[in-house]
């Protein structure tokens, strides 16, 4: 498998062809960004880290039977992929009350919530990915209301596989963001990444952070951080 003409540059990644149809080449960035773009910066070896942390995530849902994008790693910060067609939702999944939750309704952070909370959010860079309703989402077209039950559904799924998993490796999984896509088939597959940038994680212990948050609130130590996620999923961080 070869890596061909370039396709598309997000904020953390980037999407190649390659000689099969039915297969994309996804090469991870260092690149680190907040806000919606306006906090920027480069951390040498982010890109490797995620790389290692999403393939670890996605290889376990897949133990689960849950469909996602993914199908193999091919470098230290690159892997093979299903193309998707990116339903313009983001779907959040909070268990702790932490980021815009609390700034919004005025939650403590770190307070449980009664229950696992579903969010949505369009996505749409220059409104900011505003938070929608479903009835939001039917005005605007996003999503047919079966498509939002087997996303919340799926959603669910993955936050039961991953907290089991991360309970006993001493990881709280605080809240974190999905977002799926329809195959050319009109298959909804989970696709993006499951890593410290989509997460947040805090030790089970001390409450410390090991995502994003350290570079958004400048804690220090970003990638500190992701390499100790990787290493308590029993990975080896190289940078």
Not at 151 to 158: D, E, G, H, N, R
């Amino acid at each position: 498998m070869k890596k061909g003409e370039f396709l598309y540059e997000g904020k953390a990644k980037r999407l190649y062809k390659t000689e099969h149809p039915d297969i994309l080449w996804l090469e991870y960035k260092d690149d680190a960004t907040a806000f919606n773009g306006q906090k920027r910066e480069s951390l040498a070896g982010k890109g490797p880290l995620n790389n290692a942390i999403s393939s670890w995530f996605f290889t376990l849902l897949s133990q689960h039977g849950i469909g996602h994008h993914f199908l193999d790693t091919v470098s230290d910060r690159e892997q093979l992929v299903r193309p998707v067609t990116i339903v313009p939702l983001e779907v959040v999944v909070r268990a702790i009350a932490a980021g815009s939750l609390c700034r919004r309704l005025g939650i403590p952070e770190g307070q449980r919530l009664p229950n696992v909370l579903v969010e949505w959010y369009y996505k749409d860079d220059a409104l900011g990915d505003p938070l929608v309703t479903e009835d939001h989402i039917a005005l605007l077209e996003l999503a047919e209301p079966e498509q939002l039950a087997f996303m919340k559904a799926q959603a669910l799924q993955i936050y039961a596989v991953l907290q089991q998993a991360l309970e006993p490796k001493g990881i709280v999984l605080v809240d974190f963001k999905l977002e799926f896509g329809l195959d050319s088939s009109g298959r909804l597959l989970l696709a993006d990444e499951i890593s410290p940038d989509t997460c947040r994680f805090w030790d089970a212990q001390s409450g410390k952070k090991m995502d994003k948050d350290r570079f958004r609130q400048e804690l220090g130590g970003t990638l500190d951080g992701y390499r100790e996620i990787l290493e308590r999923l029993g990975g080896k961080a190289n940078v």
